[in-house]
């Protein structure tokens, strides 16, 4: 089993195999709009739009578990991240990452990729790194910004 035989939802609440992002290198990661991490967004972007052509993809997952900082609906999120940070990754729906109605998607990463608090997602922008084969490869904290793990992502880009 890898991150490929995953189904999450859109923000419409569509079905979307993540088998549609094999062989690509992918960052998986749960956001939120008010959260003093939300300026990430913006490094997200901004490494997304150089490496995009190269086979690279931001999936982003919303989470209101964190001190309900993703508050409004799927559109709205999108919207708003699409307006100010002019995101054009795919933002999906809103999701739990912890506790007992954590998305199977989360579980799995969890597992992959252990963190500080072991299985638990500690906060917001916590990033998994994955290869073109759907392997978690590291899981970073929400402190780490997304621009220093950019040589890791062109190396897995250059395999």
Do not use: H
């Not at 490494?47 to 989470?63: A, H, M, N, Q, W």
């Not at 799927?74 to 912890?98: G, H, L, P, Q």
């Amino acid at each position: 089993m890898g991150v490929y035989d995953f189904t999450v939802k859109d923000t419409k609440g569509n079905d979307v195999s993540l088998g549609e992002y094999k062989g690509k290198v992918l960052l998986i990661v749960n956001t939120a709009t008010a959260c003093g991490f939300t300026p990430q967004y913006k490094e997200l972007q901004d490494l997304y739009l150089k490496y995009k052509d190269s086979g690279f993809e931001i999936l982003d997952f919303p989470c209101n578990q964190f001190g309900k900082q993703a508050p409004g609906s799927n559109e709205e999120i999108a919207s708003f991240c699409e307006m100010k940070y002019k995101t054009t990754f795919r933002t999906f729906a809103k999701i739990n990452v912890n506790g007992e109605n954590a998305d199977p998607l989360y579980v799995y990463l969890k597992q992959q990729g252990k963190g500080f608090l072991g299985d638990a997602i500690k906060w917001n922008f916590t990033k998994f790194l994955v290869d073109k084969d759907g392997n978690v490869v590291e899981r970073y904290a929400p402190v780490t910004r997304p621009l220093k793990i950019e040589s890791e992502i062109k190396n897995l880009l250059d395999k």
